[in-house]
């Protein structure tokens, strides 16, 4: 079985859309996606200001459409998926994929949810910070001197050593410091402009909720592994109550790799820019078929 891995904001970067073997769809897709959100998302991809893409409401439909275009160009060439995940932003690329919604309604919804993001920075001032190398012992132990100074929780469980905290800053400073203290392990404060995936974020969540409402969900084509419960669900209700909980909730991909390998993945790829995912899925799948359409070398 063959899983397509969707990565999300952190991956982005100015040309990432340059590799993308099918020049002429790619910027067919950007040219309908720049219409439906009034950006001219290709100059951003392609030639644009960094700190442009990197504001949030920018990068998410400038990374799902570079995503898509990815899609369309590996179907081109015989190349599908019997199951994807995404990561974060990345799950709205594989439930497109997997024709869950159309690449219109997803463009508009990636734009909105980055725009509550957004807001959500200036109305709910936090950071985030990668913790990595220490057990779950001293995880919790971390968390919980952070605790003291205000909300902090995990927001991305990404491998048995990499976990990404949450919350306040202050709160988050603290944590950093305690893991210095510790003397093992490292963390680093992370460049975000919000405590994405946290209980900060339920406001924004109850919104985009809203968002969601109107918009309309199928049955997906194949199984989409969650961010949330890293389970594969078929109703579109259930799906939509998902992607509303992944607002504010931690990103399961340890567990989402570990279905995966049950689900008898014996294939990955990594459909979006860089190797992000493609590392991890090396971490929890030792000696895996892992490998990323940003690194490979195409004819």
Same mark, same amino acid.
């Given at each position: 079985?063959?899983?397509?891995?969707?990565?999300?904001?952190?991956?982005?970067?100015?040309?990432?859309?340059?590799?993308?073997?099918?020049?002429?769809?790619?910027?067919?897709?950007?040219?309908?996606?720049?219409?439906?959100?009034?950006?001219?998302?290709?100059?951003?991809?392609?030639?644009?200001?960094?700190?442009?893409?990197?504001?949030?409401?920018?990068?998410?439909?400038?990374?799902?459409?570079?995503? !898509? &275009?990815? #899609?369309?160009? /590996?179907?081109?060439?015989?190349?599908?998926?019997?199951? %994807?995940? $995404? +990561?974060?932003? =990345?799950?709205?690329?594989?439930?497109?994929?997997?024709?869950?919604?159309?690449?219109?309604?997803?463009?508009?919804?990636?734009?909105?949810?980055?725009?509550?993001?957004?807001?959500?920075?200036?109305?709910?001032?936090?950071? !985030? &910070?990668? #913790?990595?190398? /220490?057990?779950?012992?001293?995880?919790?132990?971390?968390? %919980?001197? $952070? +605790?003291?100074? =205000?909300?902090?929780?995990?927001?991305?469980?990404?491998?048995?050593?990499?976990?990404?905290?949450?919350?306040?800053?202050?709160?988050?400073?603290?944590?950093?410091?305690?893991?210095?203290?510790?003397?093992?392990?490292?963390?680093?404060?992370?460049?975000?402009?919000?405590?994405?995936?946290?209980?900060?974020?339920?406001?924004?969540?109850?919104?985009?909720?809203?968002?969601?409402?109107?918009?309309?969900?199928?049955?997906?084509?194949?199984?989409?592994?969650?961010?949330?419960?890293?389970?594969?669900?078929?109703?579109?209700?259930?799906?939509?109550?998902?992607?509303?909980?992944?607002?504010?909730?931690?990103?399961?991909?340890?567990?989402?790799?570990?279905?995966?390998?049950?689900?008898?993945?014996?294939?990955?790829?990594?459909?979006?820019?860089?190797?992000?995912?493609?590392?991890?899925?090396?971490?929890?799948?030792?000696?895996?078929?892992?490998?990323?359409?940003?690194?490979?070398?195409?004819?």
């Amino acid at each position: 079985m063959v899983a397509f891995l969707f990565p999300g904001q952190g991956s982005q970067y100015v040309g990432m859309a340059g590799n993308i073997v099918d020049p002429v769809l790619t910027r067919g897709l950007f040219e309908r996606a720049s219409d439906l959100v009034g950006l001219d998302l290709w100059h951003l991809v392609d030639t644009g200001d960094e700190v442009e893409l990197t504001r949030t409401e920018n990068t998410q439909p400038a990374l799902f459409a570079t995503e !898509m &275009a990815w #899609v369309g160009a /590996l179907a081109g060439r015989g190349m599908v998926c019997d199951v %994807a995940a $995404g +990561h974060s932003l =990345g799950e709205f690329s594989a439930l497109c994929c997997a024709g869950v919604f159309t690449f219109e309604d997803g463009i508009r919804l990636v734009r909105r949810r980055g725009e509550i993001m957004a807001r959500a920075a200036s109305s709910s001032p936090g950071t !985030m &910070a990668a #913790v990595a190398g /220490l057990n779950e012992n001293d995880l919790q132990l971390v968390l %919980a001197e $952070g +605790h003291r100074s =205000g909300i902090v929780e995990a927001a991305n469980y990404n491998a048995a050593d990499q976990t990404v905290v949450s919350g306040q800053t202050a709160a988050v400073d603290r944590v950093i410091a305690a893991v210095k203290a510790l003397g093992r392990g490292r963390a680093i404060r992370l460049r975000v402009s919000a405590p994405f995936h946290s209980s900060i974020m339920a406001e924004g969540a109850a919104e985009f909720g809203e968002v969601l409402r109107d918009v309309a969900f199928m049955r997906p084509r194949f199984p989409v592994v969650n961010n949330v419960a890293a389970l594969s669900e078929v109703d579109p209700e259930v799906i939509k109550e998902s992607l509303v909980a992944q607002f504010r909730s931690p990103v399961q991909w340890v567990r989402t790799m570990d279905m995966l390998q049950r689900m008898g993945v014996g294939e990955y790829l990594e459909v979006g820019p860089k190797n992000v995912l493609t590392a991890l899925a090396r971490k929890a799948v030792p000696g895996g078929n892992a490998r990323a359409v940003d690194e490979e070398k195409w004819q």
